[in-house]
């Protein structure tokens, strides 16, 4: 893929990660989801008191960009605020799965480690709308 994107895209997710409200693990995380036509959705971890209300920052981003009628995606990076690089959890790699294959870019917090994935080796054999038929 072309550096530059990539560059601006984990940018974006980092300006992101500044409004993670993340008070209960302090590990806030930025996401930014690109979109097959261009457009970009930018999201972050939104905690709650009740932990298990909490949402991750890849899923604000996709639940951003589906309500505006978006549908096909080509690529999301992450930032994380850890030395390693933020990876997708299950809940996350399932909900992406939905709406096919993607790039995952997984950085750390300072971007100086990046990590580049399909979501299709990050979830093989995942359960999908084919198994519902
Ligand atoms: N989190 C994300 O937002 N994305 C990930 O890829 C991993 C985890 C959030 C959930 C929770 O708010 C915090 O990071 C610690 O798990």
């Known amino acids: 893929m072309q550096e530059g994107l990539q560059k601006s895209l984990l940018q974006s997710a ?3 990660r500044e409004n993670a409200y993340a008070p209960y693990s302090d590990y806030a995380v930025g996401a930014c989801l690109r979109c097959e036509d261009g457009a970009q959705y930018i999201g972050c971890n939104v905690e709650n008191a009740a932990f298990g209300s909490s949402i991750c920052a890849e899923r604000t981003a996709l639940c ?6 978006k549908r096909r995606f080509t690529d999301i990076a992450i930032v994380g605020s850890g030395a ?4 997708p959890c299950g809940a996350c790699r399932q909900m992406l799965a939905e709406f ?3 790039r995952v870019i997984s950085a750390n917090h300072d971007l100086s480690k990046v990590e580049v994935r399909m979501l299709s080796e990050l979830l093989p054999l995942g359960f999908g709308k084919e198994a519902l038929r």
């Open 14 to 16: 980092l300006k992101g």
């Open 64 to 69: 951003k960009a589906i309500s505006e009628g």
């Open 84 to 87: 390693l690089p933020a990876y």
């Open 100 to 102: 096919g294959d993607l």
